[in-house]
């Protein structure tokens, strides 16, 4: 009887033991999935948080986060910075990482109000243009002073909604502008925008060319068209990018421009080493004037045009 009852009674306590481990991994089961669905939430909150903050914040700039272009007090620092590159830095970088220059070319003087001219043609939307502004800019500004400069940015789209190459490269723009010198004339044709035209899968028009000008980016660069075209007074003549418009991307106009005075960067190396070879150009019409433009460095890259 005695050792019946002891195995009812370990029976028993082996029956509650296994009982409470059952109920211990069912709790465990439970907490698990417990905690599963807490990260899952958090997982959730974070996705419609994030979600939510995108959408009420302004979209992110393209190019790189280039921003957009400067005005106002702004614009005025960095045109400031731009045109005030010393020409010891000039002349540190002498021909730098220009990839092409001005060549020779044989034609009727051109010329505008009794000075040698200087013809640009060129698009907003164009990033091979957006990389030879600034070295227009910084050669330019040592025969003159401009004015009206505005800031801008190459397209990243057209208007059949093609990606453009180095899409949305910080530059200017010379429409609206004015040049003043004593030694050169200087005329600027932006002929589109940067905005898309989805019915020609192109640009807007901004300024056309007339007879004459087009007839020299024809004569020049026969059956292309290419641009950017320069004319220099119809001695010299450049088309196409003289630089890899890559150094420039993702970098802002201030970024730019800073590194303008720093010969050992590689945004100076490639824009002065191009405004260099134009400075050339220009002083081959100027007869080598101003003197603090026509360095002996410049004057040794006259040779190579």
């Known amino acids: 009887m005695d050792k019946a009852n002891a195995a ?80 010891v830095a000039l002349d540190k970088v002498g021909a730098g990482q220009a990839s092409g220059h001005p060549a020779s070319v044989t034609g009727a003087p051109l010329t505008s109000g009794g000075k040698p001219e200087m013809l640009y043609m ?24 401009f004015s009206g400069l505005s800031a801008t940015h190459s397209a990243a789209k057209n208007g059949a909604g093609r990606p453009e190459p180095f899409p949305d490269t910080a530059t200017w723009t010379f429409y609206g502008s004015t040049f003043t010198s004593t030694y050169l004339a200087f005329t600027p044709v932006e002929m589109n925008t940067n905005i898309p035209d989805a019915s020609t899968g192109g640009y807007t028009t901004l300024q056309a060319p007339t007879a004459g000008q087009a007839a020299l980016i024809s004569k020049y660069d026969p059956g292309s068209g290419s641009i950017p075209f320069l004319d220099f007074g119809n001695r010299y003549a450049s088309v196409g990018a003289s630089y890899d418009p890559g150094v420039l991307s993702g970098l802002t106009w201030s970024q730019i421009a800073d590194d303008l005075h720093h010969p050992d960067s590689p945004v100076a190396k490639s824009v002065l080493g191009t405004a260099n070879y134009m400075t050339a150009a220009i002083c081959g019409l100027t007869g080598d004037q101003p003197a603090s433009a026509c360095t002996p460095t410049v004057k040794s890259l006259q040779a190579k045009l």
């Open 8 to 87: 009812r009674r370990e029976k028993g306590r082996r029956e509650k033991i296994a009982a409470q481990r059952a109920a211990a991994q069912r709790t465990q089961r439970r907490n698990r999935l417990l905690l599963a669905g807490v990260a899952i939430i958090a997982v959730v909150a974070v996705a419609v948080s994030l979600a939510v903050f995108s959408g009420n914040s302004p979209p992110a700039s393209s190019g790189g986060g280039t921003g957009p272009p400067p005005t106002g007090s702004a614009l005025d620092a960095v045109v400031a910075t731009t045109t005030s590159v010393p020409a």
């Open 122 to 145: 060129g698009a907003e939307y164009c990033p091979y243009c957006a990389a030879e502004r600034w070295s227009m800019v910084v050669a330019l500004s040592r025969f003159g002073t």
